[in-house]
Antibody, heavy 122, light 109 residues
Framework: QVQLVESGGGLVKPGGSLRLSCAAS????????MSWIRQAPGKGLEWVSY????????YYADSVKGRFTISRDNAKNSVYLQMNSLRAEDTAVYYC???????????????WGQGTLVTVSS | EIVMTQSPATLSVSPGERATLSCRAS??????LAWYQHKPGQAPRLLIY???TRATGISARFSGSGSGTEFTLTISSLQSEDFAVYYC???????????FGQGTKVEIK
């Protein structure tokens, strides 16, 4: 069955960096777009970033553009989110997610991980 | 950006009753709408896509309707496991962005 397991969350000071990882299993990872979606405390879901199966298409929300970098390693069935210049407002649970796409058109999220908590605080 | 607005923010329902959740888009999204269920400490789960198609394994208690800018998720007879937060999500203006509503919490009355 599809499994997505995030790691790398934790407490970091404002201005610091953190790298999230997501290990995928149960499907052919290299066939799928992957996303990172976050939920700040008491808030709704926000699409942070996504990456196409072959890295050719990458998206960032305006709120993280220039600070976060998404990448993937299809040989390791993993997707990553490098987060730099972190701010208090980046505090959230970060979910790794597998997109449902057809061709080069993406639609909704078929599977989600359990999430990893990132806390940005001094 | 297409803004998704869900109402109400909280819905208090007794077990066995029907729950009706609303989702409104700031512009027409045709039928490009999905619904998710999210329980505390768990991964969100896809319930419905393309407005009314249930995802694999989803109970027939859940149904979706609507088109254009107004959408509804109906839970026909609430079970204890249905108490959760529900999010709608549009995928009309891809690329680049897809957006979620702010969620409706369904709680026990």
């Amino acid at each position: 069955q599809v499994q997505l397991v995030e790691s790398g969350g934790g407490l970091v000071k404002p201005g610091g960096s953190l790298r999230l990882s997501c290990a995928a299993s149960g499907f052919t990872f290299s066939d799928y777009y992957m996303s990172w979606i976050r939920q700040a405390p008491g808030k709704g879901l926000e699409w942070v970033s996504y990456i196409s199966s072959s890295d050719t298409t990458i998206y960032y929300a305006d709120s993280v553009k220039g600070r976060f970098t998404i990448s993937r390693d299809n040989a390791k069935n993993s997707v990553y989110l490098q987060m730099n210049s972190l701010r208090a407002e980046d505090t959230a649970v970060y979910y790794c997610a597998r997109d449902y796409c057809s061709g080069d058109r993406c639609y909704y999220i078929g599977y989600w991980g359990q999430g990893t908590l990132v806390t940005v605080s001094s | 950006e297409i803004v998704m607005t869900q109402s109400p923010a909280t819905l208090s329902v007794s077990p066995g009753e029907r729950a009706t959740l609303s989702c409104r888009a700031s512009q027409s999204i045709s039928s490009n709408l999905a619904w998710y269920q999210h329980k505390p400490g768990q991964a969100p789960r896809l319930l419905i896509y393309d407005v009314s198609t249930r995802a694999t394994g989803i109970s027939a208690r859940f149904s979706g309707s609507g088109s254009g800018t107004e959408f509804t998720l109906t839970i026909s007879s609430l079970q204890s496991e249905d108490f959760a937060v529900y999010y709608c999500q549009q995928y009309s203006n891809w690329p680049p962005g897809r957006t979620f509503g702010q969620g409706t919490k369904v709680e026990i009355k």
